[in-house]
């Protein structure tokens, strides 16, 4: 089994920072990817950020240039920094990352969720 545990939400207001962090533990043998999502009321999950390496990260129209997504493969976590938030990026964000077992089956987990509440 692998857990996926984030800290760092809370409530910030608009033009403010925020940091979020996801640390996988468990039977991990390697982590092929990890990203971030998000689900506001009434919406849709959707993708905020991914990333497969260093040179590899992928980003939702509405975050680019303000938020960065960055990994520490030896901590098995990620990292998502938000910067000048605003009120329509209020949701509950999720880490979810696609791991290697060390039984050599790959699955996606997901963390329990963190609420960011941007005040305008």
């Known amino acids: 089994q692998v857990q996926l545990v984030e800290s760092g939400g809370g409530l910030v207001q608009a033009g403010g920072s925020l940091r979020l962090s996801c640390v996988a533990s468990?039977?991990?043998?390697?982590?092929?990817?990890m990203g971030w999502y998000r689900q506001a009321p009434g919406k849709q999950r959707e993708l905020v950020a991914n990333i497969i390496s260093e040179l590899r990260t992928n980003y939702a129209d509405s975050v680019k240039g303000r938020f960065t997504i960055l990994r520490d493969n030896t901590e098995n976590t990620v990292y998502l920094q938000m910067n000048s938030l605003k009120p329509e990026d209020t949701a509950v964000y999720y880490c979810?990352?696609?791991?290697?077992?060390?039984?050599?089956?790959?699955?996606?987990?997901w963390g329990q969720g963190t609420q960011v509440t941007v005040s305008s």
């Open positions: 468990g039977s991990i043998f390697s982590i092929n990817a």
């Open positions: 979810w990352m696609e791991v290697l077992t060390a039984i050599q089956r790959t699955n996606n987990y």
